[in-house]
């Protein structure tokens, strides 16, 4: 494969990597016009099929077109054993190969860490930020609004076997739940799915693709200055002048 050209310019910020995190970051700091914004993604574009059809991930998970196909060292507690550690290979990262399950965590664990330290880690900290970036098919509420560009959908299958394990889970106690996104996990309910429509909605589709007139595609775009740029093979060294 051809090596890609040198690129060269002056930018306020690189960001290596357009995975889930690299998207939003470049959604964020381009939105405003005088930060010049680097964009590396050393993996492909997503313009396969199964990056989009949610049961793709059967085919995009452990695939080296689509995955870097990384393993654990091997973990004496687990007989030695190593195991896959899929990470997506493709602009939206692993949002765009994994089951696109939307699952904040526990409100405790989040306290814990402010509490270790991590200031502004906290459950009533972060929940803001949530809500900022969700499109949530629950409506604007305590928990969740609308209007942010990361889509959070119910899922649109279901099966008779789920529904009766909901109910055996019920009558060993385990109570019914609508959300589990609340802080609290404990309960029984489907999960919600990063789609829209029935297609996956991945961090690429939600905060990459829709600003790309501030991140043009492997070149300079005139007003803003930024970059978004990449090239199919993996990057041997990056050198950055600070």
């Not at 959604?27 to 059809?53: M, P, Q, T, Y």
Request: proline residues 4%; neutral net charge.
């Amino acid at each position: 494969m051809a090596e890609a050209a040198p690129l060269e310019g002056e930018y306020d910020y690189v960001i290596v990597g357009a995975g889930s995190a690299g998207c939003v970051l470049a959604n964020r700091l381009s939105a405003d016009a005088k930060n010049r914004v680097l964009l590396l993604e050393a993996g492909g574009r997503d313009n396969w099929i199964w990056f989009h059809i949610p049961v793709g991930y059967l085919f995009a998970i452990g695939n080296p077109r689509s995955d870097w196909m990384f393993k654990t060292e091997a973990v004496p507690g687990l007989n030695g054993r190593a195991l896959n550690y899929p990470r997506g290979k493709v602009i939206g990262g692993s949002s765009s190969i994994n089951a696109m399950i939307y699952m904040r965590g526990q409100a405790g664990d989040y306290d814990h860490w402010r509490q270790l330290g991590l200031t502004g880690w906290g459950w009533n900290d972060v929940l803001p930020v949530f809500k900022q970036h969700e499109h949530h098919f629950l409506g604007a509420g305590e928990h969740h609004a609308v209007g942010g560009e990361w889509r959070i959908e119910h899922p649109r299958v279901r099966w008779d076997l789920l529904d009766a394990f909901r109910e055996a889970a019920e009558q060993a106690g385990i109570k019914r739940i609508v959300d589990f996104n609340t802080g609290d996990n404990e309960g029984s309910a489907p999960y919600h799915v990063n789609q829209k429509f029935g297609r996956r909605w991945s961090a690429a589709r939600g905060f990459l693709k829709p600003v790309l007139g501030r991140l043009l595609g492997q070149g300079r775009h005139e007003d803003s200055g930024s970059d978004f740029y990449f090239h199919a093979v993996k990057f041997r060294a990056l050198e950055i002048a600070l």
